[in-house]
């Protein structure tokens, strides 16, 4: 098992629960090692973690959303919800979490982060 | 005194302090439970808290905004900020407010959050 | 359905997750409100969103510690981690929630937040 | 006006808040610039804010504990308390922050924060 | 040495590290008290640690965009890329910081703050 | 070059950078994935971060004390900061790297993680 492997592992996994491989390509006068910064994150993220089959991805979803939600993460969020409704999350679920989110995390935050779950809500209208 | 009590005077109170009652429709693809994650949001907030006695509104608009401002949640502050120069807290105290996040909460973020200030004391030139 | 109801039926949702109820006495010096503190505390998290229905106690433990450990909030996380065991997540689960966690939230975070549920496992070693 | 004078300034200001001057000497093992940091500090926080007519002792007061409360910055806060009781914040007022913090910044940060409160309160009961 | 003179200094630190002088007129409906904040801000940051001999350009560089990055505080996140930049940071060395802040932070928050990074690099492309 | 290479890698920059290996035994009542988690976070930081030459372990070592003293995550600080020190950082530059957060991220962050840099500073006394 390999960074290697973990990358390329980690662009299945993209494709499996987004539907398509993540594109991303670098940025004009990005230095190279700009793929290295990309290729880490989704080696770390995709390829080390959600790969993994302790957790479904039911509730690796759930957990997604949280964490990014908490941090105010937007565009990070919009992706992870995406992700868990993909993987069987539904609407309503997605809204207990956010009514969840807004005790124990805050209004402000959760009034906030809640804006991008309306966005992705509404792609699926 | 019931949640849906709660949400009824915490409708009252959005209109006490906002001047109107904070609409917030169902958004397109949203499930009908989002209608719950705003009543407990406007229930727990303006019900629960800003309906009480214990600390008077202008105290409690410089709380509401200190604590949107060091979060960095922006659309809430906006809307505390309006909350707050209604309630009688003056633009000068409101700017003394963010030296003193400057000071304890940092430039970056106070500097960040005082954009929000600038387009409200705008809207009230 | 009232704030009181919702602080009753929160006192119903400790006693079923915890199985004991959460007993948070005056403390010395406290003023008398302060009880009004922990009520609404109580009835926001337990009265209005623990005892919905919309996700099953799995789903809603896993996302209350995912927030509490991205927050930090120890004594928070230390109570998350004993419902959402309580509530049939396994140790295995909370394990992959932090290694969710150290991906998403980072490794300094995540290695903070993780000591106590390093606590909470030795507690049912 | 001289930074060196906002730390003298900011001296009296701990010496009429706090009842005597904050103390800091130097640790083990601190460079000597350690004592650049301090006064740093208590210039640009009691020196340039405090000091200020704007916005009055008990308006600041309950911003400084709204901004360490919502950090999570425990020991600060802990002074931050002391100072707002010491300048006619009331631990009802105090009690009804924590409320509104819950409300706004989430039952899992408000909690861990309140305990500062419980220790400062107990001291003065 | 005066905050005034923190002031005038900061505005002299501006200069050398942007190439001009950082200018911040008064906003519509702001009030005098406005320049306050920005000139505190000036002086505690630019007057009183940038002008500092000991950590070098590079280092304060370096460890500014940590800061802001950490936060999320992405419009000053874009004056410290640019400053490290003009003060011998190299684009490649901006990359490694954002691969640490991933693995440190977490891949939410470094994503996002990347793509601040991006529109700086692409501004000097 | 694999996960396992990284987490190997890892392992020896740990000892590179703090004169042993990091000892990380499971815990009482910890799952066996426990060490998946150890392994992950080691691999992630030390295998594929600092391992890297696009950045010297001073510049690295600044980062990271930047990040972990911004997110006041204590006992990460803690090894950021003899990690820090033992690449060649000085106590002076950590106590401008105070100084320069104590500006950008606040007092009541800066002092809160100061502590820790003092607790550090007195064992190299």
């Known amino acids: ?21 993540l594109e991303l390509p670098l ?6 090692s700009g793929q290295d910064f990309r290729r880490l994150a989704i ?8 790969s993994r ?3 479904d991805d039911r509730g690796r979803g759930l957990v997604s959303v949280a964490i990014a939600a908490t941090l105010g993460a ?7 919800l995406r992700i ?3 993987a069987g999350v539904t609407k309503e679920e997605i809204v207990e979490l956010f009514i969840h989110l807004q ?3 805050g209004a402000a935050r ?5 804006q991008v779950a309306l966005a992705v809500f509404a792609e699926r209208a």
């Open 1 to 21: 098992m390999s960074t290697d492997e973990s990358y390329e592992r980690g662009l299945r996994e993209t494709e499996r629960l987004l539907g398509s491989r």
């Open 103 to 105: 005790a124990y995390a």
């Open 110 to 114: 959760a009034f906030e982060s809640y």
């Open 43 to 50: 080696a770390h993220t995709f390829g080390d973690s959600w």
């Open 53 to 55: 089959s302790g957790l």
């Open 27 to 32: 940025g004009k006068g990005e230095p190279e």
């Open 84 to 86: 868990a409704l993909n």
């Open 74 to 80: 937007f565009e990070p969020l919009r992706g992870q």
